[in-house]
């Protein structure tokens, strides 16, 4: 039995060839606030270190201030945060997400409607 249709929107938001923020992206920064680290979040997410970490770089380098940054030693060792930046971006893209789906409600529904069983 095929499952049921489902939407996802794919929100990205671009300078010039980089992506600066998407679903990937924010669910790498969700990720980083779960876990506390970018090896962790890279972990919990199915990618690699590199991956991540070039991720987070593209993000930083995209917004005025930096979305992570590392946290110094101490008793757990370190880590790496989300900013105050970061935390808004996040907000304010899950934000545009639930705005979206709502507007779109009744044409969602439709669309759906129109798809195989």
Do not use: C, H
Request: hydrophobic share 45%.
């Amino acid at each position: 039995m095929p499952a049921a249709p489902s939407l996802r929107f794919r929100i990205r938001i671009t300078r010039g060839d980089d992506i600066a923020v998407g679903p990937g992206k924010i669910a790498l920064l969700e990720a980083i606030i779960d876990t506390g680290s970018i090896t962790a979040a890279a972990r919990k997410l199915g990618m690699s270190y590199r991956r991540a970490w070039l991720l987070a770089d593209q993000m930083n380098r995209a917004f005025r201030s930096p979305v992570i940054e590392a946290a110094t030693g101490g008793r757990d060792g370190g880590g790496t945060l989300v900013t105050k930046t970061g935390q808004e971006v996040i907000r304010r893209y899950r934000s545009i997400e639930a705005i979206s789906t709502a507007a779109a409600r009744a044409e969602i529904a439709g669309l759906l409607k129109l798809l195989r069983g």
